[in-house]
């Protein structure tokens, strides 16, 4: 029998989709505004994964809707006050993401939120479960209103991804199927409609991250990055954050490579996996710098917002600021330029 709060009539949200719905309490630091409503299926049973460095990971003690995720709590509300508040909300709101978990009911119950959210007439993200779904599953998903389906690859390397997420962990998931779903999303949704998130800092060289956000840049992807920041009462806990350095060169070489102005191959490494030399003429990156952009969050676009998936401090709280929820000022890129190690 379901419980009472299980989906699909109930949904977990991030605590800043409730705060922009005025679910719970709360104003963001500087003002930030966060223009996407992310969502996150919730069973009893929880996720069937054990991804080290994950909140939800089946091995973390407690109950699955109150663990924590991303380092902030997920409250749990009914589908249909969701529905109610963005309707009421709207202007607010420029995109919506469902997150899925690997469990047995996730697929349908999916297609049913995809359907119900849909006509809210906003465009509507998928953050897949690559383990439990196929090609007819992923077309079901386009078919029911998803605009964009994004893959949460995380880990660079094979050998990272089966470490901890893999059967390093006793876990379920395989990298060879994670970049065969990300390949057909890509063919089902569309090139530049599908996502794949990565995170920095799990172990891998710079080189490493750039050779991988490469190939998913040709596959005809977008990178979405995250800065590795520890879960309380992960298997990670006590691993150390993503130094900030190494994910500012992590951002500037993931625009630089999207804007198709240098490549993997283009650029310069150490013999320890550094990037050196990012293959732009200095005048020409000191101006890519100076913009802020390749800081900001990426994330999925909203219908009129650049990044509707901001993700206000999701990678790093107010006062180290990794993904950046707006436009930095002239003394964030101050604070990137010593970060990057740039005059």
């Known amino acids: 029998m379901k419980q ?3 989906s699909p009539a109930h949904v977990q949200m991030s605590l800043a989709a409730a705060m922009t719905l005025g679910l719970r309490p ?3 630091y500087r003002d930030a505004k966060l223009h996407c409503i992310n969502l996150l299926l919730t069973y009893r049973g929880g996720c069937a994964g054990n991804c080290a460095y994950c909140g939800l990971q089946r091995q973390r003690q407690g109950e699955f809707s109150q663990k924590s995720f991303i380092r902030v709590e997920w409250p749990t509300f009914s589908l249909d006050d969701v529905l109610q508040r963005i309707s009421d909300r709207s202007p607010r709101v420029d995109r919506i993401c469902i997150s899925m978990v690997t469990h047995g009911r996730a697929f ?8 119900r959210l849909q006509p809210l007439s906003k465009a509507v993200s998928l953050l897949m479960a690559p383990t439990i779904l196929d090609m007819d599953k992923l077309r079901a998903f386009s078919e029911a209103g998803a605009e964009i389906g994004s893959v949460a690859m995380d880990a660079a390397t094979e050998d990272i991804f089966d470490r901890f997420r893999g059967g390093g962990v006793d876990g379920p998931h395989k990298w060879d199927r994670y970049w065969r779903c990300l ?4 063919e089902v949704f569309g090139r530049g409609k599908a996502g794949c998130h990565l995170i920095v800092g799990l172990g891998e060289t710079e080189a490493e991250m750039a050779r991988t956000m490469q190939r998913v840049t040709d596959m005809g992807a977008n990178v979405h990055l995250f800065s590795f920041y520890p879960e309380a009462g992960s298997a990670l806990e006590n691993r150390a954050a993503c130094p900030p ?7 500037l070489a993931s625009y630089l490579i999207k804007g198709r102005m240098s490549t993997d191959s283009g650029m310069a490494f150490d013999a320890f996996g550094r990037l050196i030399d990012f293959g732009v003429d200095s005048a020409e990156l000191a101006i890519v710098i100076d913009s802020g952009i390749p800081f900001m969050t990426s994330g999925c676009p909203g219908k009129e917002k650049l990044v509707a998936c ?3 401090f999701g990678d790093g709280p107010p006062g180290d600021i990794r993904s950046y929820p707006f436009l930095p000022n002239m003394e964030d890129i101050a604070k990137i330029k010593i970060e990057l190690g740039v005059d």
């Open 183 to 186: 390949e057909e999303a890509v």
């Open 4 to 6: 009472l709060t299980e």
């Open 26 to 28: 709360g104003r963001f």
């Open 108 to 115: 349908d119950d999916t297609v049913e939120l995809t359907r």
């Open 245 to 251: 350095g190494q994910f500012r060169r992590m951002q």
């Open 310 to 312: 901001n993700r206000p």
